[in-house]
């Protein structure tokens, strides 16, 4: 039984979770952002797919809140920020390498951390669900540690 589970972690396809086309995001990184619920405003400094919607990472009030986009409005306007630009986007293929040999992933999120990118990428197959309790399938990786992949 282990073996099965090795060869399944090892082998499972790599496709984009939204299916075909990448569903619109709500805001973009660094947009200005006001929370729904009061008159304070935020940023956006992440995005991620988590149960079939994006999941917004937005700095306000110096906390972190992971909220959908019912829970906020967009401004168009963007923070003033001195951070290089992502090198790699939601939907690239990129390869990691996990072991023996690399394999590929589809970025599902990006993060920025003190001026810093951070890419999601699932590490574990989601055909696991039982395990899923457990750990999360998601793990968050720098550029350095991932090679996009053309095609």
């Known amino acids: 039984m282990i073996n099965q589970i090795v060869t399944l972690e090892s082998c499972w396809h790599s496709s984009v979770p939204w ?4 569903p619109p995001l709500a805001v973009q990184i660094q947009e200005i952002v006001l929370l729904s619920n009061s008159d304070i405003s935020g940023y956006c400094c992440g995005v991620q797919w988590e ?20 829970e906020f409005l967009g401004t168009k306007l963007v923070k003033k920020a ?13 390869e990691v390498d996990f072991g023996e040999k690399p394999t590929h992933r589809i970025i599902q999120g990006i993060f920025c951390l003190k001026n810093n ?25 720098a550029d350095v540690d991932l090679v996009k992949v053309n095609g």
């Open 19 to 22: 299916g075909k086309a990448m």
């Open 82 to 94: 001195t951070v290089p630009r992502s090198i790699l986007e939601l939907g690239d293929m990129v």
């Open 51 to 70: 149960r079939q919607k994006w999941v917004y990472a937005i700095v306000c009030c110096n906390e972190i809140l992971y909220l959908p986009e019912e």
């Open 117 to 141: 990118w951070l890419y999601a990428v699932e590490w574990r197959s989601p055909i696991l669900s039982e395990i899923e309790l457990a750990q999360s399938r998601i793990i968050w990786l």
